[in-house]
């Protein structure tokens, strides 16, 4: 089945710089979509993506769909300590209707 | 954004006993619904598909007697952990899948807050 591979697994920074994160597949998404889950919670959506190339913004939040359709990238500018959490990629092939997740990237911000 | 909701956020349970998690698409309809389990510090891992009307489809290994599935509307998706054991402590989260026609159509995913369940 599809894989994605998210990188880093984990990442400490300081306050203020900027992040960035990418998933890679083996195979072609339709959809890319980006999340954040705090301990205890949901995952909660980030930005979504549905064309190759799109480049979305979403505040201090970028992501952008892969020309090739099979990558993935989201950036994080002037991080702060609430941006800390897991960050999860997920792709659909438009297949079907299940996600593929990466298997997160841990931020963590110190002030 | 989407709402979902999920009921109750956490719960304790004797082992033997069964245990209902509700999961409610707050402000749109569902049709397709899905039930995660994600154990501490792993990503999140599919158990089913909840369809709307008809059965779930259930992932490979996943014992659908035990891990029961209702989709009644378009709105609600129930899961009901039968004769639970401390195996089956977990955090288990549901989305619902929201998906717009036309020019410009989107699908995308929308999550709840998961529900802690802890069998002793």
């Known amino acids: 089945g599809q894989q994605l591979n998210q990188s880093p697994q984990s990442m400490f920074i300081q306050e203020g710089e900027d992040v960035s994160m990418n998933c890679t597949s083996s195979?072609?998404?339709?959809?890319w979509l980006w999340y954040k889950q705090d301990p205890g919670e949901g995952p909660v959506l980030l930005i979504a993506?549905?064309?190759?190339?799109e480049l979305t913004s979403n505040g201090r939040l970028t992501a952008q769909f892969g020309i090739t359709r099979k990558d993935s990238f989201l950036n994080i500018s002037a991080s702060i300590p609430s941006d800390v959490g897991i960050y999860f990629c997920?792709?659909?092939?438009?297949?079907?209707?299940?996600?593929?997740f990466g298997k997160g990237t841990l931020l963590t911000v110190n002030p | 954004g989407a709402v979902v909701s999920q009921h109750p956020s956490w719960v304790i349970c004797k082992s033997g006993t069964s245990v209902k998690i509700e999961c409610r698409s707050l402000?749109?309809?569902?049709?397709?619904m899905f039930w995660y389990r994600q154990f501490p510090k792993q990503s999140l891992m599919l158990m089913a598909t909840?369809?709307?009307?008809?059965?779930?489809?259930?992932e490979q290994g996943v014992e659908k007697d035990k891990f029961l599935i209702n989709h009644a509307s378009l709105t609600l998706s129930t899961l009901t952990v039968t004769s639970a054991h401390p195996e089956d402590s977990s955090f288990y989260i549901c989305?619902?899948?929201?998906?717009?026609?036309?020019?410009?159509?989107?699908?995308?995913?929308?999550f709840g807050p998961g529900t802690r369940l802890t069998v002793l």
């Open positions: 993506l549905y064309k190759a190339g």
């Open positions: 195979s072609i998404f339709n959809t």
């Open positions: 989305s619902a899948r929201a998906e717009t026609s036309g020019w410009g159509a989107t699908d995308t995913q929308y």
């Open positions: 997920a792709g659909w092939p438009g297949s079907n209707y299940k996600l593929t």
């Open positions: 909840s369809n709307e009307g008809s059965k779930a489809t259930y």
């Open positions: 402000d749109f309809q569902a049709t397709t």
